[in-house]
């Protein structure tokens, strides 16, 4: 059984940032595509970015060069960069680890305009 946690949501104004991390528990981390989610009040989960084992990664076209996902296997934990935000970016946010279909708990990230 792996365990997901995320952190670093928060409240910030538009234009700010906010780095979210999910820590995984357990052994396969390493070998794992992993994803942010992002659900919004009223609206359903959307895919923002993907990273792969390998390190390729992918975005929604919302987020595209403001975004950026990474992954630190030694830590065991997948990051989310956010940048430049957007009051339009305030969701609870999900990590995933694909294969495995397992979820973390959420972070709220809130932009206030």
């Known amino acids: 059984q792996v365990q997901l946690v995320e952190s670093g949501g928060g409240l910030v104004q538009a234009g700010g940032s906010l780095r979210l991390s999910c820590a995984a528990s357990g052994s396969i981390f390493s070998s794992r595509a992993m994803g942010w989610y992002r659900q919004a009040p009223g609206k359903q989960r959307e895919w923002v970015a993907t990273?792969?084992?390998?390190?390729?990664?992918s975005y929604t076209d919302s987020v595209k060069g403001r975004f950026t996902i990474s992954r630190d296997n030694a830590e065991k934990t997948v990051y989310l960069q956010m940048n430049s935000l957007k009051p339009e970016d305030t969701a609870v946010y999900y990590c995933?680890?694909?294969?495995?279909?397992?979820w973390g708990q959420g972070t709220q990230v809130t932009v206030s305009s």
């Open positions: 990273i792969t084992s390998l390190g390729s990664t």
């Open positions: 995933t680890m694909y294969r495995d279909n397992y």
